[in-house]
């Protein structure tokens, strides 16, 4: 399993594996937002929490299609199917490899975007911790979906159909610790049901994504 | 006999060849009688004339749900017990399901408009009916671009469990980030909040009436998609020849 990450981790940072894509999109994404509304500080600041969290959860977008539609291609996820160790385990691994190439860079990167928003300072730990805890439930749940348009041609725009419904509890908890701490006040209920979700993502999805990859096995 | 003879594709079309024309039937008239019995209902005291589009608005909010429900249901007894006239059923039904939903947020959009002042708001229950929508979307598109018809039954059966945890994680979710506007149960029986008998009844012919409309046209599209089936099998089996 570790071998397994640590190929997953390799293939994503080296030529072509499309690494930092995700941050210059998510760069790009804060430049324009001020051109859309205006550069006053007065109206970015209220929508900054917004902005962050649908720009995280679009750059993580990006990048699914590539957990399992490269190893599909050349062959390697049928090995992997048929290797000594689950396929939850498989899928569990690489979207563990996904979030360390995606979620975890733009969640230490995010308080140099909120800057560009006029986030206010306060909630720049919230948003850290809020995107530390969310975004791997963003990437499991983006690893169902792949898993879900593995074999079709054209899986992209689905796979964005599909997954992005099953993100929108995942943002307003999100978005809602972020606002908090933006106004100074308790986040810890919201805190508490992102975990939850993230928990119950990690606990149900390795066996929904396993199912699906078996059933575009066959 | 155990219900699970109609599991048969031959003994499903038999019965309900039979039993279609009376759904049908009882569809038609029940929906008629129950939306001509709203329409000349007297004008509420408050929202006036408005009042009668609840008659097309709860009803299909209340088979939107149930759609989803009976999809879920379906796609349980094709994984468990592969049922081909199962998926095909929760096949049949999406599309169906997916009018109901655009029914009740457009009649809403209809009502909100001059009762509330505005087209939309973003309130719990009118956002997680988008988002419902958002799904039923998502399931037809997924049934649509896969080519072989049982790895689409099967994939589409996971979307649909799996869909429904967040559907429904989604319905709570959203209650956290705005209030309200829209109003509790409908059908409410606390004391003071019940609505009054001239309205419950023909709501309650109404509901009756659009089950039994998601009913027929969930045979006739049930029926349509065993007959496709046969008709894929008959050529591959001519090409083959």
Not at chain 1, 11 to 28: Q, Y
Request: glycine share 8%; net charge positive; aromatic share 10%.
């Amino acid at each position: 399993m570790r071998a397994l990450l640590i190929r997953d981790l390799r293939l994503a940072t080296r030529a072509g594996g499309g690494f930092g894509l995700g941050l210059a999109f998510f760069l790009i994404l804060c430049t324009l937002v001020p051109f859309g509304v205006g550069p006053d500080a007065a109206m970015l600041s209220p929508i900054a929490p917004g902005i962050l969290w649908v720009g995280a959860l679009l750059s993580c977008l990006l990048s699914l299609d590539r957990i399992f539609a490269l190893d599909h291609e050349d062959g390697s996820l049928d090995l992997l199917a048929t290797a000594p160790i689950p396929l939850e385990a498989v899928v569990a691994v690489k979207a563990a490899a996904h979030w360390l190439t995606t979620g975890l860079p733009l969640t230490l990167a995010a308080p140099i975007f909120a800057l560009l928003l006029h986030l206010p300072g306060a909630a720049t730990g919230d948003l850290v911790l809020s995107l530390l805890i969310g975004t791997p439930a963003l990437s499991l749940l983006g690893a169902f979906g792949a898993a879900l348009t593995v074999g079709l041609r054209r899986g992209g725009l689905l796979l964005s159909l599909l997954v992005l419904p099953l993100y929108v509890p995942t943002l307003i908890f999100g978005a809602e610790i972020v606002r908090r701490g933006a106004i100074g006040a308790d986040a810890a209920s919201p805190l508490a049901l992102l975990a939850g979700i993230t928990l119950l993502s990690a606990a149900l999805i390795p066996f929904a994504a396993a199912a699906a990859l078996r059933i575009n096995l066959r | 006999m155990s219900i699970w003879e109609y599991a048969n594709p031959v003994r499903f079309m038999r019965s309900t060849a039979k039993l279609l024309p009376w759904v049908v039937a009882a569809a038609a008239i029940c929906v008629t009688a129950g939306l001509v019995w709203g329409v000349l209902t007297p004008p509420d005291y408050r929202q006036g004339s408005t009042v009668k589009i609840m008659f097309l608005h709860v009803p299909a909010a209340l088979m939107a749900i149930n759609g989803w429900l009976m999809m879920l249901v379906a796609s349980l007894i094709w994984l468990i017990r592969r049922h081909h006239v199962s998926a095909l059923a929760a096949k049949a039904a999406a599309p169906i399901g997916a009018v109901m939903t655009v029914i009740a947020l457009v009649t809403g959009a209809i009502w909100g408009q001059p009762m509330w002042g505005t087209w939309w708001e973003w309130d719990p229950r009118l956002t997680s009916f988008l988002i419902l929508f958002l799904f039923y979307l998502g399931y037809i598109a997924l049934w649509s671009a896969i080519e072989d018809p049982d790895s689409a039954a099967d994939l589409t059966g996971v979307l649909c469990l799996v869909g429904s945890v967040f559907a429904l994680l989604s319905r709570y979710a959203v209650n956290f980030w705005n209030q309200g506007l829209h109003q509790g149960a409908s059908l409410s029986v606390a004391p003071g909040e019940r609505m009054s008998e001239v309205y419950r009844y023909p709501l309650y012919l109404c509901m009756l009436g659009f089950f039994l409309l998601f009913l027929a046209l969930l045979l006739i599209r049930t029926r349509t998609e065993i007959r496709l089936r046969r008709t894929a099998a008959l050529r591959a089996r001519e090409a083959r020849r």
